[in-house]
C-alpha cells in the first residue's frame, strides 16, 4: 500500500493533459521530500506555528520550499494561510497590513519580514472571458469584488479568498506551488511540482496563454526561473510566449520595474537577459536593456555590469537597484553626455541634463522607484569629480556615501574604455593608504585637466603649504 503511495509519487504525470488546473492533493512525508527542518529559520517556524496555534492552516511556500527541496538557499520565507488579513495580523505583537493589487500581512521578527498572504481563490475564468469589456463590467459582474480584471483580461486585483487548492491552482509554475508544514513535517503538492523538481522542468500550472493573460509578467518570470534554476521550460509553456508577448505592453512601469529588479538580482542576470532574448521578448520591452538585449554579444559595458553583478551575489553581497539601473541606463547618459560638451555645455551641467533626459525617457516605460533614482544619480555625477585629485576634492569624494558605488561604477567604466585604468588604480591605492600616504599621494599627481580651480589654488597656496587652515575656493 505504501509502496503503491510511494509509486504514484513518483511516477512522472502520464495523464492526457499534463497541466489540469485543478490538482490532486498528494502529501509527501519526511523520507521523501528529505528537507532539513534545522534550515527553517525560527521566525517562519514561529508565523506558521502561531496560526496553526489559533486554529488556521499555516504552510510555508513558494521559492523558499522550491529551494529547500534543490538544496539552495532560500532569499526569503513565505507563508499562506486561510486566515484573513484582519485575522493575522492581531496574533503578532509586530504586523501589517500591506498592499492593494495584492493584500498581505507582513509580520516582523527584529529585522526579518515574513510574508504571510491568504489563499487566493482562483479566478472564474468564464466571468473573466464574459466581462472582457472594462474594469467596471468586470467588477460589477463578478459577485465578490476583490477581483478587477482590464480589457485584455489581465487581474488587476486579487483579494479573493479561497482554500488551499485554489491557492495552489493560481499560482505560475508547479515548482512554485508546493507547501510545507515545518510543525508536520510534510509537503503538500497538488501539481506534480515534485516531479518536474526532479526533472528540472518548469511548467505553467494550467493553461499557459491564459494565465500569460492574467498577468503578462509570468513571461519574464518564465525567464527568469529557467535562468536562477537551469530548468527546461516545458514546451506548452514555452510555445504559449511569443503569441502573448504583446501583452506586456499593457503592464505597469511600477511592476515592470519591481520584476526587472529580480530578474537582476538572482545572481543570474546574465543567464536571464539571454534567456529573454531566446524567449523573443526584448524587443522594445524593456528599453534600457535594448543595447545588451538586441546584439547577441552584448553591450561590452552592461554585460560587464551584469557579469559583476552575479559576481558579488555568488559572493553572498548584493547589488543595489540603484548600482544596476545606473549601469543599464549610462549608455544613453554618455552619449548624449558628449553630445551636449560638444554642443558647448559644461561637463557636470551636461551630465546633469544628460540624466534629466534619460530618466524622464524611461520613467514612461518602466518606472524607476523615486529613491533609486535619486541614488543612480548621485553615482553619475560623482563621476567627474574622481578626475580632481586635490586634497579637498579628493579627501571629501572618499567620505561620500556613495563612494563605493561610484568608484565600482568608475572601475566598469575603466574596463570598457570608457576611464583611465591608471586612475581606478590611483584611486584603489589612495582608499588603502594612510593618512600619510594619502598626502603623499596627492602631492604627486600631477597638474590634470578636469582639476578646474583646484590647480589655480595649488599652485597659489605652493608657498604656503604648511600653513593650516588656508582659505578654499568655493566648492566647484
Ligand atoms: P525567489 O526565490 O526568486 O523570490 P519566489 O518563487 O519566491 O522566488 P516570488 O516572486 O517571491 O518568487 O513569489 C513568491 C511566490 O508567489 C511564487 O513562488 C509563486 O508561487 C507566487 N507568485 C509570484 N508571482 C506570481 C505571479 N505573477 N503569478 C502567479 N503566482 C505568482
Ligand atoms: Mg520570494
Not at 521559492?63 to 529547500?68: T, Y
Not at 524567449?279 to 545588451?292: A, R, S, W
Not at 530618466?359 to 548621485?378: C, F, G, H, K, P
Request: proline residues 6%; charged residues 25%.
Amino acid at each position: 500500500m505504501i509502496r503503491r503511495f510511494i509509486n504514484r509519487l513518483f511516477t512522472p504525470n502520464k495523464s492526457k493533459d499534463p497541466t489540469p488546473r485543478r490538482g490532486q492533493r498528494r502529501e509527501l512525508l519526511p523520507a521523501q521530500h528529505q528537507i532539513d527542518a534545522s534550515r527553517i529559520p525560527p521566525s517562519a517556524r514561529s508565523t506558521v506555528q502561531t496560526l496553526q496555534q489559533a486554529g488556521f492552516e499555516a504552510y510555508i511556500v513558494g521559492g523558499a520550499v522550491r529551494d529547500l527541496l534543490l538544496g539552495l538557499k532560500p532569499k526569503d520565507f513565505d507563508v499562506a494561510t486561510n486566515a484573513t488579513p484582519e485575522q493575522v495580523k492581531p496574533l503578532f505583537r509586530r504586523a501589517f497590513i500591506i498592499g492593494r493589487r495584492f493584500r498581505i500581512v507582513h509580520v516582523m521578527h527584529g529585522r526579518e519580514i515574513i510574508e504571510v498572504s491568504t489563499y487566493r481563490a482562483l479566478h472564474d475564468p468564464q466571468a473573466v472571458e464574459a466581462v472582457n469589456g472594462n474594469e467596471r463590467t468586470a467588477r460589477t459582474t463578478l459577485a465578490d469584488k476583490t477581483l478587477a480584471v482590464d480589457s485584455s483580461g489581465r487581474v488587476l486585483r486579487d483579494n479573493v479568498w479561497g482554500t488551499l487548492d485554489e491557492d495552489a491552482e493560481r499560482r505560475d509554475f508547479t515548482v512554485n506551488a508546493l507547501y510545507y508544514d515545518p510543525i508536520r513535517d510534510v509537503v503538500v503538492d497538488y501539481h506534480h511540482g515534485i516531479d518536474d523538481l526532479k526533472q528540472r522542468r518548469l511548467r505553467m500550472i494550467g493553461e499557459p496563454a491564459a494565465r500569460y493573460r492574467e498577468d503578462p509578467v509570468r513571461m519574464l518570470r518564465v525567464a527568469r526561473f529557467a535562468a536562477k534554476l537551469g530548468f527546461d521550460i516545458d514546451p506548452a509553456t514555452l510555445q504559449a510566449i511569443a503569441p502573448s508577448a504583446d501583452l506586456l505592453a499593457n503592464v505597469p512601469a511600477a511592476r515592470l520595474f519591481d520584476e526587472t529588479v529580480k530578474l537582476l538580482q538572482t545572481g543570474h542576470a546574465v543567464a536571464s537577459l539571454q534567456q529573454l532574448r531566446r524567449l523573443g521578448l526584448h524587443h522594445g520591452l524593456l528599453p534600457l536593456l535594448d543595447p545588451v538585449l538586441e546584439k547577441p554579444e552584448g553591450e561590452r559595458f552592461i554585460t560587464n555590469a551584469l557579469q559583476d553583478t552575479d559576481a558579488r551575489i555568488a559572493q553572498g553581497k548584493t547589488a543595489s537597484p540603484s548600482f544596476l539601473f545606473a549601469c543599464l541606463l549610462w549608455h544613453d547618459v554618455e552619449q548624449r553626455w558628449s553630445a551636449l560638451q560638444a554642443e558647448g555645455v559644461a561637463p557636470s551641467m551636461a551630465l546633469d541634463q544628460a540624466a534629466d533626459e534619460v530618466l524622464a525617457a524611461q520613467a514612461e516605460r518602466l518606472a524607476i522607484q523615486r529613491r533609486v533614482a535619486t541614488d543612480l544619480r548621485e553615482i553619475w555625477s560623482l563621476q567627474p569629480r574622481f578626475e580632481r585629485r586635490t586634497p579637498r576634492y579628493a579627501n571629501s569624494l572618499l567620505a561620500h556615501p556613495r563612494f563605493r558605488a561610484a568608484f565600482d561604477f568608475l572601475s566598469l567604466r575603466a574596463r570598457s574604455d570608457q576611464a583611465d585604468p591608471a586612475l581606478v588604480q590611483w584611486w584603489e591605492e589612495f582608499q588603502q593608504a594612510d593618512a600619510e600616504g594619502r598626502a603623499a599621494m596627492l602631492a604627486a599627481v600631477p597638474a590634470q585637466p578636469g582639476a578646474g580651480k583646484s590647480k589655480r589654488r595649488r599652485r597659489r597656496k605652493k608657498p604656503a603649504a604648511a600653513e593650516p587652515g588656508a582659505g578654499s575656493p568655493a566648492a566647484g
